[in-house]
């Protein structure tokens, strides 16, 4: 819980946006296709739920809406598929093998477990429901970046509902974070995760299907 408070205060402090995600030609740096490993969002089941703050986002311009086929927990960024690598962040896809073999080792004795979806929240370039699940999803990402020879994100895992696409050091209106702050207390719901995907994103689209190249089930 205090960490994503720690986020919020400084989001509230800051009142700073910036250009989130994949379309953001900076990041993509030509590539065409990223590769991650994620845990689907489940997001159709809560409709009812995630509809109330997707219509509090939406009066602002720089608000950019993730349907619910989009709405996904994302535990590591793998990397952008190219052919031959020459980048520390692209992958081949021999790499991609490699690493869903070493996963599967990895999760043949990890558990399942619960994760709550609650809360509105927000980085500079996304808002967000936080992911509650006692420590779980960071213990997932730990085994995967070492069993896997991955680097370890920073920051809490989380449900992102949006990208703000705003130029880097855009002020945050006041009227965002009243918004977001009358959502700060608000339960969505709770999904089991007992597996994950290594997925393809299309970067040229705007919010594309993502692939499903593998689906890693936990033996435990």
Request: aromatic content about 10%; glycine content about 6%.
């Amino acid at each position: 819980m205090e960490k994503y408070e720690s986020v919020w205060e400084h989001f509230v402090r800051e009142r700073r946006l910036e250009f989130g995600g994949h379309k953001d030609p900076e990041w993509q740096d030509g590539h065409r296709l990223s590769a991650s490993l994620v845990i689907p969002g489940e997001a159709s089941r809560f409709h009812e739920r995630i509809e109330p703050l997707r219509e509090a986002l939406h009066p602002f311009p720089f608000v950019s809406l993730h349907p619910d086929h989009f709405m996904h927990i994302t535990l590591i960024l793998l990397g952008f598929l190219v052919d031959e690598t020459e980048e520390k962040n692209e992958v081949s896809r021999e790499r991609l093998q490699e690493i869903e073999e070493r996963a599967r080792v990895t999760l043949s004795d990890f558990p399942a477990f619960t994760v709550r979806f609650a809360n509105l929240n927000a980085f500079p370039g996304a808002a967000f429901i936080e992911a509650h699940d006692g420590g779980m999803l960071e213990e997932l990402r730990a085994a995967l970046s070492v069993g896997c020879d991955l680097k370890k994100p920073a920051g809490p895992t989380h449900l992102t509902l949006a990208y703000f696409q705003a130029p880097d050091g855009t002020e945050a209106p006041q009227e965002l974070i009243s918004a977001i702050t009358h959502y700060r207390d608000w339960p969505v719901g709770e999904i089991t995760v007992d597996n994950l995907e290594m997925t393809l994103l299309d970067l040229r689209a705007d919010y594309p299907e993502p692939k499903t190249l593998a689906r890693i089930a936990f033996s435990y």
